[in-house]
T-cell receptor, first 109, second 114 residues
Framework: RKEVEQDPGPFNVPEGATVAFNCTYS??????FFWYRQDCRKEPKLLMS???SGNEDGRFTAQLNRASQYISLLIRDSKLSDSATYLC??????????FGAGTQVVVTP | ETGVTQSPTHLIKTRGQQVTLRCSSQ?????VSWYQQALGQGPQFIFQ???????GRGNFPPRFSGLQFPNYSSELNVNALELDDSALYLC?????????????FGPGTRLLVL
């Protein structure tokens, strides 16, 4: 079983719509969580950290549920430029990042 | 830009050869991690270097080795290359010991083994 699991998608989203997806993690000792965005053939770029209280950064909202061991990302008012692969990431106590395989989002005009 | 640089950007090797990839960490970052990303997969942790010592290793064979230098830059060496080593190799740096540390990735080295 993978330590971080994600729905690979693709999620096809009309421009302006809202899309949400989750990932689950198996290591309950994971300390921190992140969403990274990766464009085709590029490096992952930090999108946002994820906190239990929920956090928002513009059109993006992330949520952590430690009891159920899942993390969510919601994108409102989707833009064409939001098309990318979104990587769910758990950080362990000595700095090792565990990545999911990514969820592909395709925003269509 | 993150300030993490990697060289070379692309590399083609043949099976059995050896390769060295380089990473310069962001200023002030004392820790470098290396990841391998195969096509269609998420990055997989290879190892991490902190203060010039290996500080954690993923499920990779000993032919994957590394170094960290006093200026915190790092090298990844892969011996006896296999076809399955074809991947994007990413390094990430962060300031270990600080609360809320996040890791920033370099642009990667794309390795093709023929």
């Amino acid at each position: 079983r993978k330590e971080v699991e994600q729905d690979p998608g693709p999620f096809n989203v009309p421009e302006g719509a809202t899309v949400a997806f989750n990932c689950t993690y198996s290591n309950s000792a994971s300390q921190s969580f992140f969403w990274y965005r990766q464009d085709c053939r590029k490096e992952p770029k930090l999108l946002m950290s994820v906190y239990s209280s929920g956090n928002e950064d513009g059109r993006f909202t992330a949520q952590l549920n430690r009891a159920s061991q899942y993390i969510s990302l919601l994108i409102r008012d989707s833009k064409l430029s939001d098309s990318a692969t979104y990587l769910c990431v758990a950080l362990d106590s000595w700095g090792k990042l565990q990545f999911g395989a990514g969820t592909q989002v395709v925003v269509t005009p | 830009e993150t300030g993490v640089t990697q060289s070379p950007t692309h590399l083609i090797k043949t099976r059995g050869q050896q390769v060295t990839l380089r990473c310069s960490s962001q200023s002030g970052h004392n820790t470098v991690s290396w990841y391998q990303q195969a096509l269609g997969q998420g990055p997989q942790f290879i190892f991490q270097y902190y203060r010039e010592e290996e500080n954690g290793r993923g499920n990779f064979p000993p032919r994957f080795s590394g170094l960290q230098f006093p200026n915190y830059s790092s090298e990844l060496n892969v011996n006896a290359l296999e076809l399955d080593d074809s991947a994007l190799y990413l390094c990430a740096s962060f300031p270990r010991g600080l609360e809320g540390e996040t890791q920033y990735f370099g642009p990667g080295t794309r390795l093709l083994v023929l």
